[in-house]
């Protein structure tokens, strides 16, 4: 099992420009989760899915859009980046009631 | 609503010395506990959780953690740190009627030789 991937590893955008992150699991998992990590804040979920089809607002969804259109893929948009969303996105995966298993984290600088 | 809080940012320990990371929690019903670690441009790795049972959960690479029902804590503990332990230390916290999890700011801690 590769476990989580997230795709790309790193990426620097130009204000305004928009990209896609992929979070892919190849766990069977239901449940995929979307944060970002800025120092000192610990981790804030950005959007999650509860099943393939089905997305949600987490506690700062400004500035992002996601889809899962497969079970196994979670993907996080940004329609027009700008300097606030430069952050390390991490992405994560369970089971009913088990433990978050997390990806190696994008790293995304918007200029 | 639920959340974590570690009171401190840094925890600095000699090699072989006792290792302890706070954590204390809020959740309106009864709490799933966890620790992550995670080491420089890594992903977080799961260390230990706490879903029922017994008080003192034993993890990964020796670590622990005692919950403490009355003064609503999680606290990491290591009897005897290694270098190799100095990392970034987070815990979390989700109720068992929801799934999502909320993290504490997390712990920086340094092992010195």
């Known amino acids: 099992n590769a476990g989580v991937t997230q795709t790309p590893k790193f990426r620097v955008l130009k204000t305004g420009q928009s990209m896609t992150l992929l979070c892919a699991q190849d766990?069977?998992?239901?449940?995929m989760y979307w944060y970002r990590q800025d120092p000192g804040m610990g981790l804030r979920l950005i959007h999650y899915?509860?099943?393939?089809?089905?997305?949600a607002k987490g506690e700062v969804p400004d500035g992002y859009n996601v889809s899962r259109l497969k079970k196994q893929n979670f993907l996080l948009g940004l329609e027009s980046a700008a300097p606030s969303q430069t952050s390390v996105y991490f992405c994560?995966?369970?089971?009913?009631?088990?433990?978050?298993?997390f990806g190696p984290g994008t790293r995304l600088l918007v200029l | 609503a639920q959340s974590v809080a570690q009171p401190e940012d840094q925890v600095n320990v000699a090699e072989g010395n006792p290792l302890t990371v706070k954590c204390t929690y809020s959740?309106?019903?009864?709490?799933?506990l966890f620790w992550y670690v995670q080491y420089p441009n890594r992903g977080l790795q799961f260390l230990l959780k706490?879903?029922?049972?017994?008080?003192l959960v034993k993890g990964s690479y020796g670590f622990e953690a005692e919950f403490n029902k009355s003064q609503t804590s999680f606290h990491l503990k290591k009897p005897s740190a290694l270098v190799s332990d100095s990392a970034l230390y987070f815990c979390?916290?989700?109720?068992?009627?929801?799934?999502?999890?909320?993290f504490g700011a997390g712990t920086t801690v340094t092992v010195r030789a």
């Open positions: 979390a916290v989700r109720d068992i009627n929801d799934y999502k999890l909320s």
């Open positions: 706490y879903i029922t049972g017994d008080n």
């Open positions: 766990m069977n998992h239901e449940y």
């Open positions: 899915s509860v099943g393939e089809g089905t997305t």
């Open positions: 959740v309106s019903g009864n709490p799933y």
């Open positions: 994560a995966s369970h089971r009913e009631a088990e433990t978050q298993y």
